[in-house]
């Protein structure tokens, strides 16, 4: 069983609920099916995401990153913002863009802070998590990682988010987690955190000794190596162990304000 904090559609505060199963979740004592539930976005702070913070994708750049623009290796986190005009919830719909065939998916286990957060000490970092959630870096498919990439990574919709926040007392251990990507139901990527370049603790350290995270940001651990293609009506699933399933449809943005049908 986990303890969560979620939001609801048309329901300002935050609730809190005991994930019972897959199916059920426990809410003021009465339990509800999951999928009957109208889940709002559960975070409210500035999203971050890490680059090439996956053993395997920062191999796949190693070869090219002492050649331009790149000169050299990065010495610190690579960080980049996913803007709140991203954020969509579990259920809502993923907008493909006219000029685009597919989106690509990023799998990411996402780290929510609970409290103001500088120059940490990584044997203390896990003392400013308020929990976990899941995340879909969507994507236009690129291969740059030179400039930020708002043109590709900050469309309307391109963030996923959800489906609510596992308290971090209910993870036994963040880096060693297993992510699934399914697509109609097929999974098509498989990974771990155990390949993280940097650790939850470490990532947060590194992160907090240049800029501070305050309460309510999030801190995306990264994507791993060969992110999978979705196309139009496409289903997307990911799965986190301990922490749930976001699951979204793409759908031509020609039909989709806001994460959903008009």
């Given at each position: ?32 099916q ?18 090439l ?15 331009a ?10 960080l ?13 719909l ?13 799998a ?46 900050a ?32 999974v ?22 240049y ?31 301990q ?20």
């Open positions: 069983m986990s303890n969560v904090q979620l939001k609801l559609r048309g329901i300002s505060q935050k609730l809190e609920g005991n994930v019972l199963n897959d199916e059920t979740i426990e809410i003021d004592q009465i339990d509800y999951i999928d009957t539930l109208p889940l709002d976005v559960p975070i409210q702070g500035t999203v971050y995401g890490a680059l913070n996956f053993k395997g994708a920062y191999d796949q750049l190693a070869p090219k990153m002492n050649e623009p790149y000169q050299n290796p990065p010495k610190a986190p690579v980049y913002i996913k803007p709140k005009n991203t954020y969509i919830s579990a259920q809502q993923i907008p493909l863009p006219v000029s685009e065939e597919s989106v690509e998916v990023g990411a286990l996402a780290i929510v802070i609970g409290k103001v957060a500088t120059k940490v000490k990584e044997e203390e970092a896990l003392d400013y998590v308020l929990g976990y959630t899941i995340a879909n870096d969507v994507s236009i498919p690129h291969e740059s990682v030179h400039r930020p990439a708002v043109k590709y990574k469309r309307d919709g391109f963030l996923p988010v959800g489906p609510w926040i596992v308290q971090k007392e209910s993870v036994e251990n963040p880096n060693d987690l297993q992510i699934k990507v399914s697509i109609n139901g097929e098509k990527q498989e990974n771990t955190t155990k390949n993280l370049l940097r650790s939850v603790e470490k990532l947060l350290a590194d992160v907090t000794d800029m501070t995270l305050n309460e309510g940001d999030v801190l995306l651990v990264g994507v791993p190596e060969n992110a999978p293609l979705a196309k139009e009506d496409d289903l997307v699933t990911i799965e986190i162990d922490i749930g399933k976001l699951e979204n449809r793409v759908v031509s943005e020609k039909h989709v304000v806001g994460g959903e049908i008009v």
